[in-house]
């Protein structure tokens, strides 16, 4: 069995009625993060999901 892991971003920065969303790897764009743990044979045939966390990061209080 095989455990394959992937981070992937969001991006709702066009989404103008989005709100609660932070920061994403384009320091200019906001929106979610999100990681999975997919589960395969070892003949590589999907078994399905072990896990999936979404999140958004905070936003950084400007002075």
Not at 35 to 54: N, Y
């Amino acid at each position: 069995m095989l455990t394959i892991q992937d981070t992937t971003e969001l991006d709702f920065s066009t989404h103008r009625h989005t709100r609660g969303l932070g920061p994403i790897s384009d320091a200019s764009a906001t929106g979610l993060k999100v990681h999975l743990t997919l589960c395969s044979s070892d003949a590589g045939v999907p078994l399905g999901i072990l896990q999936e966390t979404v999140w958004a990061n905070q936003l950084k209080m400007q002075n």
